[in-house]
Nanobody, 118 residues
């Protein structure tokens, strides 16, 4: 059974930091591109960052220089280090796993709430 379990969401003041974790199970983690998405109230879900099986990373322009995505294939876990948080970073953050093979494998976690407010 595929599972993606996010953790680490919290209420934090502007300028603060958080680290999100996503523990994966039920699939070959090392093959998958792992990503973090977020969805704010009234807005569409958007990609925040992604990391390939080889470790190549990509970021949304809005988080470049502030967020860092990383993965530990031995622990089947992907992380999102978030620094210099802004109120506009407030959203539910979702973990995503994707692998393009003969068909597309695409899995989602349940989300974790990040609130940036004073």
């Amino acid at each position: 059974q595929v599972q993606l379990v996010e953790s680490g969401g919290d209420l934090v003041q502007p300028g603060g930091s958080l680290r999100l974790s996503c523990a994966a199970s039920g699939f070959i983690f090392s093959r998958f591109v792992m990503g973090w998405y977020r969805q704010a109230p009234g807005k569409e879900r958007e990609v925040v960052a992604a990391i390939t099986s080889g470790g190549t990373t990509n970021y949304a322009d809005s988080v470049k220089g502030r967020f860092t995505i990383s993965r530990d294939n031995a622990k089947n876990t992907v992380y999102l280090e978030m620094n210099s948080l802004k109120p506009e970073d407030t959203a539910v953050y979702y973990c995503n796993a994707r692998w393009l093979a003969i068909r597309t494998y695409n899995y989602w976690g349940q989300g974790t709430q990040v609130t940036v407010s004073s």
